[in-house]
């Protein structure tokens, strides 16, 4: 074997444990932050259920109250613009 082909087994070794050091860390950071992350969502899960239960009945009283009111609104419209169109 020559000195070139010991240089080249040399450098594709070195780059591959490079790219598998690389990949290890990125894993670990990516795991740490889902951990984080968990830990974070966790500790505000307490905080965020009633806030999302009175949040999603708000949202869905003002979609009663848009339905109750839309309907109210196309009769009136109806109502007055046929009278108009009769000349009445």
């Known amino acids: ?3 070139f082909d010991q240089r080249e087994n040399a450098f594709e070794a070195e780059f591959a444990h490079r790219d598998e050091l690389a ?11 889902a951990l984080w ?3 974070v969502l966790a500790s ?3 905080l965020v ?10 949202i869905l009283q003002a979609q009663r109250r848009m339905l109750r009111l839309g309907a109210s609104w196309r009769i009136s419209v109806r109502g007055p613009s046929a009278n108009k169109m009769s000349g009445g």
């Open 1 to 3: 074997m020559t000195s």
């Open 23 to 33: 990949f290890k860390v990125r894993q670990r950071a990516i795991r740490l932050l």
């Open 37 to 39: 992350a968990a830990d």
């Open 44 to 46: 505000q899960a307490k």
């Open 49 to 58: 259920k009633p806030t999302s239960r009175t949040l999603l009945r708000s």
